[in-house]
């Protein structure tokens, strides 16, 4: 996956964030729902993220940014910010 494509990645996740908060405004979804798939969303959003980061990181320090992958969301979830 290339920079590019995570790019497109991450818009098309705030696209579905944006459409996901319309669907509660208009009432056709409750908070609950919304609350669980927005917590999805935002998962996928910090693994996207930190894909980025990783191959950001490989680039400047002359490593291969193919080499670097998606880790779980457990994973990243844990990190302090």
Known sequence: ??????LGTVRSLVDQEHQLRAKRLAGEIDSQAEHAELQSLEEALDQCWDLLRQRRAKTEFGENPEDAAARPVKTVEGYLQ
């Open 1 to 6: 996956m290339t920079e590019h494509d995570i």
